[in-house]
């Protein structure tokens, strides 16, 4: 109790490059789920899915009602979690496969978190799935910034809980679709862990639960319940995540670096139907995958430091994916090369239990078939559907639901965001810019009437 006081005074009252230098460089673990909806959680409301383990990093460490994801699809929200920087700036933009396996890749050069805590002397192992450059590609994860990668490297095949094979660094493990992939990769992970957590590590496990597709040995606690099975099964996945966060937590605490272990855990992207509606997967927002509303960006995100992240914490600040490198940077002491130029803020002194530094805005964009952007200002939220659509304008702080478009209400507020939205685009000959096709676009006015 002393020490948490002691450094909840030191949070509120010190600057955030002294209070950097005044905290221990500690081990980080970042655990990600895939398709996880900020309603799926239990300190997130849930109440069919047990998540016992997620809830107890939220009830010993931070809880973020605002936590968003990069954007609303894999590639590229693990894209701004990987270098700092949003859609608009990034070379990744949509899910694009590359066969025979694989997805676009991060071109060469590319500087990560992963090379950040190799500068700093940290072991690294990312442990899931990747999802960001075929094999022999220049985004490979040895190429990123990691010692040691296990898992899937194409998230076309991380559907397939039973596949053929998985990567071990850049070798095929052959499984022969009769091992189920999660338990393996939870297994490595925790081996992973014990073999080299007596030095300063960084340990990446982004899981492909509860990705489509909907497989798992054991429905377990669920296999009773009168929910159809695709539900039963979308809850028994979640709640094997789930323990194997507490088996990860507790390693962490049986080996005696507990307090100087950072962990983060929250989900690449939005629920899909029919988990936003049969479980509230969306938290009630408006908005799944691939939209760039609240239900597609929000995220259950919680992080615990024991003795530093203040035990029961909420912040309603909003945090982004690409706001990770800039907090691991001044976390670690390491300075961002000047070339990187991230687009996110650290968020060290919150996590610390102090104030969210301040920021301009918050940007998304996608380019999953056609062109997305959406910007957070303060309280205000601006959503562009399609290039050749009308600017959309929310207040979150009345209307978090974003029910009740004020654009024609808020000229000036909307040209401001618009204009701000208009410059953070960075034209990419690999991602045009494409207007929503007219069929697609005649099914939303009628959804909207």
């Known amino acids: 109790m002393r020490n948490t006081l002691l450094t909840l005074l030191l949070a509120l009252t010190l600057t955030p490059s002294t209070r950097a230098a005044d905290v221990p460089k500690p081990n980080v673990i970042f655990i990600l789920a895939d398709d996880m909806g900020v309603g799926d959680a239990g300190c997130y409301g849930q109440t069919k899915i047990k998540t016992p383990n997620i ?3 939220a009830a010993e460490g931070m809880k973020f009602t605002s936590g968003y994801c990069g954007t609303s699809v894999c590639a590229p929200s693990r894209c701004t979690l990987m270098t700092g920087r949003h859609v608009g700036h990034n070379p990744i933009r949509a899910n694009r496969e590359i066969k025979p ?22 072991k690294t192992a990312c442990i899931g799935k990747w999802g960001l450059g075929f094999p022999g590609s220049s985004g490979t994860p040895e190429k990123m910034g990691f010692d040691y990668f296990f898992g899937y490297n194409c998230q076309a095949k991380a559907h397939d809980y039973y596949p053929e094979y998985l990567w071990r660094n850049t070798e095929k493990v052959m499984l022969n679709g009769k091992q189920y992939s999660h338990d393996l990769m939870a297994a490595d992970a925790l081996k992973w862990l014990r073999d080299n957590g007596n030095k300063p590590f960084f340990l990446y496990v982004p899981f492909t639960i509860p990705h489509a597709k909907f497989e798992v040995p054991e429905l377990g606690a669920y296999e009773k319940e009168t929910w159809p099975e695709q539900m039963k099964k979308y809850a028994a996945m979640i709640a094997r995540m789930d323990r194997d966060i507490g088996r990860i937590l507790d390693t962490v605490k049986e080996m005696g670096i507990d307090e100087n272990t950072l962990i983060f855990f929250t989900s690449d992207n939005g629920p899909n139907p029919p988990f936003n509606k049969f479980f509230a997967s969306d938290g009630g927002y408006r908005g799944i995958k691939r939209t760039l509303y609240e239900g597609g960006l929000r995220e259950p995100t919680v992080a615990r430091w024991p003795g530093h992240v203040p035990a029961g914490a909420v912040s309603d600040e909003p945090w982004v994916f690409y706001d990770f490198l ?50 957070r200002m303060g309280d205000w939220k601006a959503v562009r559907v399609s290039p050749d659509m009308a600017v959309e304008l929310y207040d979150l702080k009345t209307d978090p639901k974003e029910k009740h478009d004020l654009a024609k209400d808020k000229p000036d507020i909307l040209k401001q965001m618009s204009d701000i939205m208009a410059a953070q685009h960075v034209e990419d000959p690999n991602w045009p810019t494409k207007n929503i096709p007219p069929a697609r676009k005649k099914k939303l006015a009628e959804e909207s009437q």
């Open 326 to 375: 800039p907090t691991v940077a001044e976390l670690i002491g390491v300075k961002i090369p000047d070339k990187v130029k991230p687009d996110g803020i650290s968020i060290l002194p919150a996590l610390l239990g102090g104030k969210m530094p301040h920021r301009d805005f918050i940007y998304w964009e996608l380019h999953e078939v056609w062109t997305q952007q959406a910007l």
């Open 101 to 122: 396996e694989g997805q676009f890749p991060l071109p060469e050069g590319t500087f990560t978190v992963g090379h950040l805590f190799q500068q700093a002397g940290y």
């Open 55 to 57: 809830d107890r990093i």
